[in-house]
């Protein structure tokens, strides 16, 4: 019989039957548990594992598994090719136009007019006669060049997607590397990446997982856990070994802690079968797609034939009673709401990526994602840039025609001729070329390769992006409310002082010095009340510090116990997890944890937690020599005041440890005989009249760095707020040391309790002109809970105080910490202590939890938005030039001086090499000295305005002089009125060259943009911008000595080059007088562009031509919709952002995915899409479901996953308030409409649905 690792080959257990396992609940999965299997621990042994000792984690077994009962991956979406990015690229409207233009031009020029046919053509000849036929039969040339230039274009475009998406891809593979998990193999803790788990493992689960296999439980204490993401019910679910031993993966434990049997991972998990299930779904859909798109074409055909209008809006509106009204599209390459975002975003991703690209197409009326600043700025400045360069092409091309009409059909009196054609198309060629160069379609290019490489460069800075618009707002951010402990501290706990039996100690003291029966206790305790997952562990070398692993504070305490002379692995080993009773974990509202362990035919309860809150559960206290003595109020509060506070006010945390025993024989005074089992779901009473052990006070020193930290960010104009679970005391000592709090600043320190009775109205709602009186001068919240957090950090965003809004950041460990991670513009979560929970709700996660961290990521945010303005500053330049020169030809001479093809290389100068030349700056220290912009600033500020007319004013008067006055001063012939078919002449490529070298210098100049004069300062610390600089330049010598008629140049000679060069430098001396205008002078409303965030963003309405049709009303504005979409090339915007987004998008919905019942939805409603990522529910949950709700948006209840506050209406304070866990619904009422009020996304109606439909 074959054999691996010494056992038998052949499982006692087949991969279906543990599927089908896995697929029931409850009592019912305990029945087939135990009839099916002999029960949990036969299970184990079928699968060759031991629950105590785990997998022996032998290579040959390992990979068994994996063959047998698959891996722990589900294999991610194949990336697109690099031709399906080639064909997307294509897609631009503006590129097609050319494409159409160039190929119609190439057809004109290979067409002969019949010559003898009439007098027209011969009066023609005779007037062209100075033609010879080689310059007749290059007409193709310009044809062909513009189709080339096209090709650039586009491969340029897909080149940049490709190493975009490959990054991605990068990026996702270290996040999935990041997620760690605890198994035991060998009888030893191992915490290995969840790719390496298989079936048999016994992993240990604690609070703040986010589970990655489907498991069985061995053993638990009080595990609570979050199935909404599968599920869609947002109650915490009760598990037990005894109640309900399936865990699921996707799913988060939101309390307590246990052991379970894998049995299902990767695409045969729940999670994993659901994924799949989707994946399916997708494709069928994108089918139908395509097969619905053909039919609503032929549709609209008949009701134009039949010229109904009503008939069309009836159209649409009955397809999506079929379900088969697509917010699927399958449109690729619409520009959408979230086109505009150049974030990558997959904040609150709920739906899965397939789901996600169906959306794009259609999904965008509605709420979409909230737009982060820059994007916000970005989209506004877009579209009045749009409507200004179209408006001047299409009056470029009106002039040309009127212009030629006039002077050829009236004034010369010429008949027509098919010659003629020519002229039109080349009138047409140029008033596409002005819109390509007009619109600054560069413009996502340079926000995703900034981005991009800002991302990269950040992970070596402990920041790991998860996504991509938090990079930006970064730069922003006025406000950042810190954790304490580990953020601002160094997390490495220590016991430095103690108070048992009336004694204070200073240092540790010696186990014999205590009473024996105090000292058993005080080690009992400490031992089997803390987590078993904590652990403190010898150093990796000799002399090393001890290594602390899990819970900080318990290492802490477990060290205090080594510290003693005892051993907490002797104890636990006799006390296993499996013979605790009962445990009360840890969380939030207890602030305490409890573990019940049988003794004697009783119980013993062990308590540790907050000094405070657990003495004031204390009726007894071991005194002097462990007597026992009743622990009086006026006891307590000496205590207080002689121990604790000078405790909190060196900043040490303090931690009080208590027990209590319930006896079946005669009682002592401080214990409880009882006959029948304890209600242990009483808590209260339970844990209650308890004996104090001792206080002790635990170090966790301030980070040395984080001082300097945080005076850099008081400098940059940031407020750094503390929000800690901790002491009011030691809170104030620890923000005291930072930097926080400074002598006589009024700063305002409150309490959790305080901080709610502050912001909340009498009937208990908070309010925000409340929250408005508090937090402009709050620098500390002590013993705060995670919805005071949330509620700070949801005031200060809303708020209206300060002139230019607040952009807050917030950092967070903690699984409750999801809430305030989601609702801030940026969420830090802690890569080392944090909770996969709060890693999942948060945008950037810190590798090695440090507040420094926070400081560079402002750094490198704030150099995103400046990259941006740079190239903004160096485009419009460009554009103005350009725009204008190509209008005033027009006008002045019937004829662009820069040529279509010349305009294409201006263009891809401007857009692409720019962008990545001036993208890729690297930040300077001198960031932090400037106050951050905040959220209503203007993008384009009076000095780059400034800069910018300035410098076009320079541009257009030399090309103006070169133009009309240029053969004159320069000695060469007139290349003015020249023919259709003139050679190429000297006069107009030294006016092109000379444009190109302005700009090329200009690009120097746009590296300040803060009116610093030194333009050269860090010029040679970029190598990729003088590479780019000087690359161009070499082009540009090539394309005039030998571009001939494909780029309309004709050789210069050496002179005239450095006439060229010396008009270029010209830039570079003129800037110096530019800066030299005082901008204050300058008026602020017409000198800046792109402020605040656009409210009704005509972006978001270009999803698709036909939403607008069926909606009827809308017409009028539909031809103005479509007018600007078809200019404004955004599309480029969506192309680039796709592949950063599918990718991400791909791995969160990996590790969080969707509800079976939003999959249902999914299938068969699939065109009831609701309009955001979030949808709200408005009933009162406690209401019974109207008749109507079915008609909802399907995903309604599935999909809801966004963290509410703990409900306004209730009157409760920080302390008592219950949690409202990641996925449940927002309470109804006030409540819900606060949530409705958070900014971040607007709630759906079926009105915004319908009018979504294809």
């Known amino acids: 019989m074959a054999t691996i690792d010494g056992r038998p080959a052949q499982y006692g257990v087949t991969l279906k039957q543990l599927r089908e396992l896995m697929e029931l609940r409850g009592g019912e999965g305990i029945e087939r548990l135990d009839t099916e299997f002999g029960g949990i621990l036969e299970l184990t042994k079928k699968l060759y594992s031991s629950p105590t000792n785990g997998l022996s984690g032998n290579a040959s077994d390992m990979e068994h598994r994996r063959q047998t009962f698959g891996s722990n991956v589900i294999p991610p979406k194949p990336p697109k090719t690099f031709l399906t990015l080639v064909w997307e690229a294509l897609q631009d409207v503006t590129l097609i136009i050319l494409q159409v233009a160039a190929v119609v031009s190439l057809g004109l020029s290979f ?231 150049a974030d990558g975003d997959v904040r609150n991703n709920k739906h899965s990526k397939e789901e996600e690209e169906g959306e794009e197409g259609g999904a965008s009326g509605g709420g979409g994602h909230e737009k982060s600043v820059l994007q916000a700025k970005l989209t506004k400045l877009a579209i009045q840039i749009g409507y200004a360069g179209s408006f001047i092409a299409v009056l470029t091309v009106v002039i040309l025609i009127v212009r030629f009409c006039v002077q050829t059909f009236v004034l010369e009196g010429k008949p027509w001729d098919t010659f003629y054609a020519n002229h039109f198309v080349k009138f047409f060629i140029i008033g596409v070329t002005v819109l390509v160069v007009a ?102 070398n000799p002399g090393d510090l001890p290594k602390q692993v899990g819970n900080k504070t318990e290492c802490a305490l477990l060290g205090f116990v080594l510290d003693l002379g005892k051993s907490y692995q002797v104890i636990r080993d006799e006390v296993t997890e499996e013979n605790f009773h009962r445990v009360y974990t840890f969380n939030s509202v207890r602030k305490s944890m409890s573990t019940v362990v049988p003794r004697n035919g009783g119980y013993r309860i062990y308590t540790k937690g907050a000094s405070e809150i657990v003495m004031k559960k204390c009726s007894f206290i071991h005194g002097k020599d462990g007597r026992l003595e009743n622990f009086t109020r006026s006891m307590q509060e000496r205590l207080v005041r002689e121990v604790i506070e000078p405790m909190a006010c060196n900043g040490l945390r303090t931690i009080s440890v208590a027990y209590r025993d319930f006896v079946t024989g005669k009682a002592e005074i401080n214990q409880v005989h009882f006959d029948s089992e304890p209600h242990w779901d009483d808590e209260d009473n339970i844990i209650n009249n308890m004996t104090c052990i001792c206080i002790v006070g635990i170090e966790d020193p301030v980070r040395p760095e984080v001082p300097d930290a945080i005076r850099k960010c008081q400098r940059a104009g940031i407020t750094v707020r503390m929000v800690t679970g901790d002491n009011i005391n030691t809170a104030r000592s620890i923000a005291s040391k930072c930097g926080i709090l400074k002598t006589g600043d009024n700063s305002l320190i409150l309490e959790g309790k305080e901080f709610n009775r502050r912001v909340r109205d009498a009937s208990g709602k908070i309010q925000q002109h409340l929250i408005d009186k508090v937090w402009p001068s709050l620098r500390v919240l002590a013993r705060s809970s995670p919805t005071d957090k949330y509620t700070l950090v949801r005031g200060i965003i809303e708020s209206k105080v300060s002139s230019n809004r607040e952009v ?135 000095t780059m305005m400034k800069n910018i007319l300035g410098q076009a004013l320079y541009m257009i008067c030399v090309i103006f002089v070169l133009l009309f006055y240029g053969d004159k001063l320069l000695d060469i012939d007139s290349g003015r009125y020249a023919d259709i078919r003139d050679p190429p002449s000297q006069h107009f490529t030294i006016i092109f060259n000379t444009f190109v070298m302005m700009t090329l210098f200009n690009e120097i100049n746009a590296r300040k943009i803060h009116g610093q004069r030194n333009v050269f300062q860090g010029f040679f610390t970029n190598p ?231």
């Open 111 to 341: 067409y002969k007019p019949p010559a003898e046919s009439s007098s027209g053509p011969q009066e023609g000849n005779t007037e062209v006669g100075h033609h010879d036929e080689g310059e007749e039969e290059a007409g193709w040339i310009e044809g062909v060049a513009i189709l080339i230039s096209v090709a650039v274009v586009v491969f340029v475009t897909a080149f940049n997607d490709y190493t975009k998406e490959k990054q991605f891809r990068g990026l996702q593979s270290r996040i999935e590397g990041e997620h760690k998990f605890s198994v035991i193999r060998g009888g030893e803790v191992h915490d290995i990446g969840v790719g390496d788990i298989v079936v048999g493992d016994i992993c240990q689960i604690k609070y703040g997982d986010l589970l990655p296999t489907d498991g069985i439980l061995i053993q638990s204490n009080d595990l609570k856990i979050d199935e909404s993401s599968l599920t869609g019910e947002s109650d915490h679910v009760k598990k037990g070994a005894d109640t309900d031993p399936m865990v699921l993966s996707g799913t988060h434990v939101m309390e307590g802690s246990g052991k379970m049997l894998v049995t299902a991972v990767g695409v045969n998990s729940q999670a994993g079968i659901i994924f799949t299930l989707l994946g399916a779904a997708a494709d069928e859909e994108e089918v139908e797609a395509k097969k619905r798109k053909k039919e609503a074409k032929k549709q609209r055909k008949k009701q134009k034939k039949g010229d109904s209008g009503e008939e069309l809006i009836v159209a649409n509106p009955s397809k999506q009673g079929e379900g088969e009204a697509g917010a699927v599209t399958g449109n690729s390459h619409h520009a959408t709401a979230n086109s505009a975002n």
């Open 808 to 942: 807050v950041a917030v950092t967070g460990d903690g699984t409750n910490d999801g809430p305030a991670l989601k609702i801030a513009d940026v969420g830090f979560a802690m890569g080392i202590a944090g909770t996969d929970v709060a890693k999942e709700a948060s945008d950037i996660i810190l590798t090695d939890d440090n507040f420094t961290s926070i400081v560079k990521a402002v750094m490198w945010g704030r150099n995103v938005y400046d990259s941006i303005a740079k190239f903004l500053q160096f485009q419009l330049t460009v554009n103005v030039v350009a725009v204008v020169v190509a209008f005033v030809g027009a006008c002045a001479i019937n004829d662009s001086p820069l040529k279509a093809v010349q305009m294409l290389w201006v263009n891809l100068i401007m857009d692409t090499l720019a962008s990545l030349a001036l993208a890729t700056e690297a930040p300077t220290p001198e960031l932090l000295l400037r106050k951050p912009y905040g959220r209503t600033k203007p993008l384009i500020s009076r």
């Open 1024 to 1254: 990729i911008f003088y590479s780019i600089w000087l690359s161009t330049l070499a082009s540009q010598i090539v394309i005039v000595q030998f571009g001939g008629m494909a780029f309309s140049t004709q050789a210069l000679s050496l002179e005239l080059w450095l006439w060229c060069l010396l008009f270029g430098c010209g830039v570079l001396l003129w800037g110096q007088v530019v800066t030299s205008i005082p901008t204050k002078k300058l008026p602020k409303n017409v000198f800046s562009y792109g402020s605040g965030e656009p409210i009704n963003d005509p972006i978001a309405d270009l999803a698709s031509e036909d939403k607008l049709d069926s909606d009827g009303k809308d017409s009028k504005r539909t031809g103005q919709i479509l007018w600007i979409r078809g200019l404004t090339r955004l599309q480029t915007q969506l192309r680039v952002i796709r592949a950063f987004k599918s990718t991400l998008e791909d791995l969160e919905e990996r590790r969080s995915c969707h509800s079976l019942h939003s999959l249902r939805i999914s299938r068969s409603q699939q065109g009831n899409r609701p309009m955001s990522d979030i949808s709200y529910i408005d009933e009162d949950s406690t209401k019974s479901p109207s008749p109507n709700s079915d008609k909802r948006c399907g995903s309604c209840n599935a999909t809801v996953r966004l963290v509410t506050p703990v409900e306004e209406s209730s009157p409760t304070t920080a302390e008592t308030a219950p949690l409202v866990p990641p996925g449940s619904p927002p309470p109804g009422g006030p409540a819900a409409a606060a949530t409705q009020q958070l900014g971040h996304h607007r709630p759906h109606t079926h009105a915004n649905t319908q009018n979504s439909s294809s």
């Open 439 to 540: 619109v600054p379609e560069g413009l996502p290019l340079a926000v995703t390769l900034s981005l991009a490489y800002s991302v990269k460069k950040m992970m070596k800075d402990n920041n790991l992006v998860r996504h991509l618009d938090a990079c930006e707002t970064m730069g922003n951010a006025t406000a950042i409310c810190s954790d304490k402990t580990g953020t601002l501290t160094t997390n490495r706990m220590t016991v430095v002082q103690s108070y048992i039996c009336n004694e204070d100690h200073k240092t540790t003291p010696k186990f014999e010095s205590l009473p024996h029966a105090v000292g058993d206790l005080l080690v009992n305790a400490i031992s089997i009340n803390s987590a078993y997952t904590s652990r403190v562990l010898p150093g990796d």
